[in-house]
């Protein structure tokens, strides 16, 4: 089977890949993630996938414009999870279904499958929904259960492993808390 596996980062592409090898597959990769943010973040994971291409000979194909613009129509006032995530995954899915079918893949997948705080059932949805309307197969698999293999992969080869999703609304619900705790300290009289 010709497989098209879109990958959302380096980390999450480890077990998935490991796991695909190990049944005699050899998927073809596909970096397309507009959901990345800031810029710089956005350039370290692709130079991190670019890393874990060179030393597990993974084939990639990258459509890898920043594309913020692109990403925030998408999006547009969508701004909690239940919302939001499931416009960027359709984005995404959609790109590398496309992607699958006029490089004449048999299937498309995603490394989203393999995140334990992503949101599993809908990934599978919507790639099921996908495939039936590009009429491709969406290869799928619960790759969560590679969880813990998979962050032992990616520290075994020391490659940066990120705090947050992608986009800047997860970064801020990463840090939440702390943010609260800064404003808090703002608004008290101990604040210089
Ligand atoms: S949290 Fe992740 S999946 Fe959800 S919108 Fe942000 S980047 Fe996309």
Redesign the pocket.
């Known amino acids: 089977m010709k497989l098209l596996l879109h990958i959302?980062c380096g980390p999450c592409s480890l077990y998935p890949l490991t796991r695909l090898r190990k049944d005699g597959l050899e998927p073809v990769g596909y970096f397309f993630?507009p959901?990345?943010?800031p810029y710089m973040e956005f350039e370290r994971r692709v130079n991190v996938l670019m890393e874990v291409s060179r030393r597990l000979d993974f084939s990639i194909r990258w459509q890898a414009d920043y594309g913020l613009d692109e990403?925030m129509d998408v999006?547009g006032t969508?701004r909690l999870?239940v919302d939001?995530?499931?416009?960027?995954?359709r984005m995404?899915l959609e790109a590398t279904a496309r992607e699958a079918v006029a490089g004449g893949f048999d299937a498309f997948s995603s490394t989203?499958l393999y995140s334990r705080?992503?949101?599993h059932d809908k990934i599978h949805g919507v790639g099921e929904e996908l495939a039936a309307r590009f009429k491709v197969n969406f290869f799928y698999e619960d790759f969560r259960k590679g969880w813990v293999e998979g962050i032992e992969m990616a520290k075994a080869l020391g490659i940066y492993r990120q705090p947050?999703?992608?986009?800047?609304?997860?970064e801020r619900?990463r840090y939440l808390k702390r943010a609260n705790r800064l404003g808090d300290l703002l608004r008290s009289a101990d604040c210089p």
């Open positions: 959302c993630n959901n990345i943010h990403w999006i969508a999870p939001r995530c499931p416009r960027c995954y995404r989203l705080y992503q949101q947050y999703c992608g986009c800047m609304f997860s619900e």
